[in-house]
C-alpha cells in the first residue's frame, strides 16, 4: 500500500518530528542523570530526579510510543516497507527494544522522583538512589544507531524483500532456486 505524496510527506514529517524529538529529550535526560550520577549536593540531585521523572513521563515515552508507531505507518505505506531491507528491520526491532527497555525503567525512574519529591526523605537517602546512567546512555546510543541506519539506508533486501520482488518482476519460483535473480531491485540500488 503505498500513501499518496501528501500523505507520505505528513507522515515523514510527523515520524522525523517525534524520532529526533525521543533523541533530544533522551541526551537532555542523560545530562540531568549524569548529574545525578555524579554530584553531592542534595539539592541538585533533588532536582535532577524530579527533571528527570517530568522528562520521562512527558516526553520520552510519549516521543518513544509516537516514534514506534509512526516508523511502522510509514515502512507500510511506501515502497521501503517493514520488512523487505534490513535497514529497516533492524531499525524497527532496535526501536521496540529500545522502548521496551524505557518502558520497564520509567517505573524506576518515577518511583525515584517520587522519593525525591518528599520532603522526609533524608539527604543520605537521596544521595543513595542509583543513577540510570548505564540505560540511558545506551538508549542513546541506540537512537544513534537507528538514526544512522534511516540515514545511510545501507544496502540489503531480507528473504522476504527479494520473495516479493522476484514476485513483482515476475520471475518463477525455479528461478529463485537457481539463484537467479537480479542483485538491484526495482528503482536502483537502495
Known sequence: MNMTPGVRK???ATHL???VGWLGAVAAYVALDAAVATSQDSGLVRGAWLAMGVVVTWAIVPLAVASLASG???SLGTKWGLFRHWWVLISFLLTCVATLVLLSEASVVTRSAALAANPFVSDEQLLSLPPTLPHSVGGL???LVIQVLNVYKPKGMTPYGWRKYDEQRG???RDEVAGR???VPPG???
Open 17 to 19: 518530528t517525534v524520532a
Open 72 to 74: 511502522v505507518v510509514i
Open 171 to 173: 520471475a518463477s519460483p
Open 141 to 143: 546510543v541506540v537512537l
Open 10 to 12: 505528513l507522515a515523514l
Open 181 to 183: 535473480r537480479s542483485s
Open 188 to 190: 536502483g540500488p537502495s
